[in-house]
């Protein structure tokens, strides 16, 4: 009786079960092709880097191409980045210091430049948008607090890296750096 009932019992749940299957596919190929189209749309207009992933390889990595992507959202609120700024093999690096950006004079120009190992890089205060600083994030270099034109503080990047550095008073405003090592 028992060995008689089990096989078919199998038989009916098995076939419910593929067409559950089935049915759950084709709703789904349905409503995910709809919701893909909308989907992609909000997608493209939320986030215009869509380098999210190769940003946060770029943490760990900290060389390559991977160094143009946003460095893991520190140029979210930097209206003045514009990419990777390439000076490598370049004897001499200057970085602006109160650079018109950030709603005023609160920004680094370039924001982001890339340098060979060795490179000695200089910021120089433009004297416009208050007192400014800069300070890296990792505790590599920090200037002191600066309003102005002419000063000048440097730092020569011995260890390849990626140095996130900003201006303390003004960061919150976007203004932040950043400097590849090589
Ligand atoms: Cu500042």
Not at 37 to 43: A, N, V
Not at 73 to 99: A, M
Not at 156 to 176: L, Q, V
Request: hydrophobic residues 30%; glycine residues 18%.
């Amino acid at each position: 009786m028992m060995s008689d009932l089990e096989p078919s019992r199998r038989a009916v749940l098995r076939v419910s079960g593929l067409a559950a299957v089935a049915g759950v596919t084709g709703l789904a190929g349905c409503s995910s092709g709809s919701d893909q189209s909308s989907g992609g749309g909000d997608t493209a207009t939320e986030e215009p880097t869509p380098t999210a992933a190769e940003t946060t390889a770029s943490g760990g990595g900290s060389d390559g191409g991977s160094g143009s992507a946003s460095f893991d959202g520190w140029f979210d609120n930097v209206d003045n980045y514009d990419g990777v700024v390439d000076e490598t093999g370049s004897g001499s690096v200057t970085v602006e210091v109160g650079t018109e950006a950030n709603g005023g004079n609160y920004g680094f120009g370039p924001a982001a430049v890339r340098v060979s190992a060795g490179t000695t890089v200089t910021w120089e205060w433009t004297g416009e948008g208050a007192s400014h600083n800069v300070v890296d994030e990792g505790g590599a270099f920090e200037s002191e607090l600066v309003g102005e034109g002419g000063h000048t503080f440097e730092h020569t990047f011995e260890e390849s890296g990626t140095y996130r550095y900003a201006c303390t008073p003004h960061k919150a405003m976007g203004m932040k750096g950043v400097v590849v090592v090589e």
